[in-house]
């Protein structure tokens, strides 16, 4: 859902980059496609668009940290306007 948010928001030719840390597998997901780590995706817009893409894994260490000082309990959430 947040994937396609993003390429409906970028504009045309515009690029969309994703970090995080994302595990194989989340028992407690919503539904089917999260449990397995999966997503539907919307490629029709994205190739229409033009959207590129980047990927990359954020910094355990630090993501920890930053959880430890914020009272997170272990999660830490960005969310971009």
């Known amino acids: 859902m947040t994937m396609n948010a993003l390429v409906i928001s970028v504009r045309a030719t515009g690029a969309i980059g994703v970090v ?4 194989p597998q989340d028992p ?9 780590a ?8 994205y ?6 893409s ?3 894994q954020a910094d355990v260490k630090a993501s920890a940290s ?3 000082r914020c009272g ?3 999660a830490v959430v ?4």
């Open 20 to 23: 995080g840390l994302f595990p």
């Open 54 to 56: 980047g990927t990359g």
């Open 72 to 74: 997170t309990g272990g």
């Open 66 to 68: 930053r959880a430890d």
């Open 47 to 52: 190739f229409t668009k033009g959207v590129r």
């Open 78 to 81: 960005h969310r971009q306007p």
């Open 38 to 45: 999966k997503m539907a995706f919307d490629f029709v817009a």
């Open 28 to 36: 407690g997901g919503p539904d089917e496609l999260a449990k397995d």
